[in-house]
C-alpha cells in the first residue's frame, strides 16, 4: 500500500476507491491552505478513522507529527491556554491563541485543524485570520446558545471559509450538549445533541463534535442522527478506538490529556530523581 509524503498514514483500502485516490492526490500536492483543507476533509470522509493526538506547542507538534500513523494535527485550546498560564474558557487572547497556533502550522508539513473554542467573540473573524496562518479546520464551541444562534455561527464560519478561498475547511462544530447535561434526563440529552449536531451540518459544517462520556448505545445513536463519518468524538471513557471506527465515526481527538500525559511522565521523573534515579529509560531525543 503507498504511504503518503509527511509520515501520514496509508489510507484505508475500505474507502471509496475514487475517494481514496483523491485524498491520496491531495496529500501528495498540497501546498496552500486550501489543499490541506481539502486533504483534512478526505481524511474525515475515509473510513478509516482519523485520530488526532492533540498538541500545544511546537515542540509537541513536532513530536506527533513525527510518529508512524500521524495524518494531521490538532491543537488543543485547554494545553495551549495552560501553556501560557491562563485557565480554559476563553481566558487566553485571541492573539495569543493564534499566535501559538500559528508557530505550530508552521513547524509540521501536515495539515492542522485548531480549537478555536467558541471563536473570542467573533468566530467567523477568528476563523479568517487562523486560515491566514494556514490553519485547515477548527473546532468552535456551541455553548449551549440558542440552537438558531448556534447554527448561524456555524453558518458564518463557513461563509468566511469560502470567502477566503477555502470551501472545504473543517469546522468540527461542537455541542456541548453532554458536558452540560448535569442531572437531566440521558435521553433528553441524546436528544438534543443529536437535533443541534443536525442543525450544525445543515449550516454547512462537514462534523460535528460531541464531546462527554459516551456509551457505545449512544455513539450508535449519534452516528445514526447524523450519518456514517460525520461524528466527532473524545474517547476519554466506552468503545475502543476500533469498535468507534466499526460504528462509523469519522474522529477522535483527546483534547488536554495529551499535555497532562506529558506532564505527568515529568513529574515522575522529578520524583525519580528525588529518589536518586537518572533520566528514564526509553528517553527520546525528539527535539
Known amino acids: 500500500m503507498r504511504r503518503l509524503p509527511g509520515r501520514i498514514g496509508p489510507i484505508a483500502t475500505e474507502a471509496d476507491p ?50 508512524e500513523g500521524t495524518r494531521a494535527i490538532a491543537t488543543a485550546s485547554h494545553a495551549i491556554a495552560a501553556m501560557y498560564g491562563y485557565e480554559d474558557g476563553e481566558q487566553i487572547p485571541r492573539d495569543t491563541m493564534l499566535e501559538a497556533v500559528g508557530r505550530v502550522v508552521q513547524a509540521v508539513d501536515l495539515p492542522v485543524t485548531a480549537d478555536l473554542e467558541a471563536g473570542y467573540g467573533d468566530a467567523a473573524e477568528t476563523v479568517r485570520r487562523a486560515i491566514g496562518l494556514g490553519v485547515a479546520g477548527c473546532n468552535i464551541e456551541d455553548q449551549m446558545r440558542p440552537l438558531t444562534e448556534a447554527a448561524a455561527v456555524v453558518e458564518s464560519v463557513m461563509r468566511a471559509a469560502a470567502d477566503e478561498g477555502v470551501p472545504d475547511f473543517v469546522l468540527n462544530a461542537r455541542t456541548d450538549a453532554f458536558i452540560r447535561a448535569g442531572d437531566r434526563d440521558p435521553h433528553d440529552v441524546l436528544a438534543e445533541a443529536s437535533e443541534r449536531g443536525r442543525a450544525f451540518l445543515d449550516a454547512g459544517a ?22 456514517p463519518q460525520k461524528l466527532s468524538v473524545l474517547p476519554v471513557t466506552g468503545p475502543s478506538l476500533a ?45
Do not use: C, K
Open 206 to 227: 462537514p462534523v460535528v463534535f460531541v464531546p462527554g462520556r459516551l456509551t457505545d448505545e449512544q455513539v450508535v445513536a449519534l452516528v445514526d442522527a447524523l450519518g
Open 18 to 67: 475514487e475517494h481514496r485516490q483523491l485524498a491520496i492526490y491531495i496529500l501528495d500536492v498540497m501546498t496552500s491552505t486550501a489543499d490541506r483543507a481539502a486533504a483534512l476533509r478526505a481524511l474525515h470522509s475515509d473510513t478509516t478513522l482519523l485520530t488526532l493526538v492533540n498538541v500545544w506547542d511546537v515542540a509537541s507538534a513536532r513530536a506527533v507529527a513525527g510518529a
Open 243 to 287: 469498535r468507534l471506527q466499526e460504528i462509523g465515526v469519522a474522529r477522535v481527538s483527546f483534547g488536554p490529556f495529551p499535555q497532562r500525559v506529558a506532564l505527568t511522565a515529568l513529574q515522575e521523573m522529578v520524583e525519580g530523581v528525588a529518589r536518586g534515579e537518572g533520566i528514564p529509560a526509553g528517553t527520546r531525543l525528539l527535539t
